[in-house]
């Protein structure tokens, strides 16, 4: 890692408390986010870059959503149908056969 170098900036206390949040949530520092945030915008990032991908991030996590339920409703049914499966398999064999399988 290279070398880091100290430097003071001044902040609104609005944007060290969202700072503060923010590395709370990622389970970073203060200064790591700040270091992000500094190489996004050397990357030539714009706001409005970042709004339209966190906008479509955000879609897409309700698409996902909305996906992994379907998905679960789906698992439910079929597995109401293999155990209705099941059922009427056992009827059909006897006893003596289910033993024997």
Do not use: C, W
Not at 1 to 23: G, H
Request: proline share 2%.
């Amino acid at each position: 890692m290279a070398t880091m170098q100290s430097m003071m900036i001044y902040v609104a206390p609005e944007q060290r408390k969202a700072l503060q949040r923010r590395a709370k949530a990622q389970g970073t520092k203060v200064a790591e986010e700040i270091r992000h945030a500094i190489d996004a915008y050397l990357a030539g990032i714009s706001k409005e870059e970042l709004a339209l991908l966190d906008a479509a991030t955000r879609e897409a996590a309700k698409h996902i959503q909305a996906m992994t339920e379907r998905l679960a409703g789906t698992n439910k049914r079929l597995d109401a149908v293999f155990a209705e499966l099941e059922r009427m398999r056992a009827k059909q064999i006897p006893e003596a056969d289910r033993e024997a399988a």
